[in-house]
């Protein structure tokens, strides 16, 4: 789940870069099966209605001009905010995940292995 996650954070922000293109269009209504682009709102009715309607209803140049003031043209920033979006959930990976070594524990109510 983490990981589908930080997929659609990625491509959150990819498309926010692409928004004087298609990334109204992936934000929005993302990709099929075989990997296009979906020019329209797909699934049940229910979810393809609010799809639309979002996409309808959107001030887009609004959305436009806070990732401009957030990311600018700036390499550096879009590189920050893509390296922050793919580690920013790191620490749920159980094997990544620190424990207190017996030498240290107990720690700040930690015990060894916690």
């Keep these: ?8 954070a990625l491509f959150a922000v990819y498309w926010l870069l692409r928004l004087d293109g298609d990334g ?6 993302g990709y099929d099966e075989d ?5 329209s ?9 609010k799809k639309q309607d979002f996409f309808d209803s959107m001030d887009w140049s609004l959305l436009e001009e806070v990732t401009s003031f957030a990311l600018g043209d700036s390499t550096e920033r879009i590189e920050a905010m893509l390296c922050l979006t793919a580690f920013h959930d790191i620490m749920k990976v159980p094997d990544l995940t620190p424990q207190v070594s017996a ?9 060894a292995g916690d």
């Design 24 to 29: 109204k269009f992936g934000l929005c209504f």
């Design 103 to 111: 030498e240290h524990a107990p720690y700040t109510g930690h015990e």
């Design 41 to 49: 709102a797909a699934g049940s009715a229910s979810d393809a209605s």
């Design 35 to 39: 990997w296009n682009l979906r020019t």
């Design 1 to 8: 789940v983490e990981y589908q996650r930080t997929v659609g």
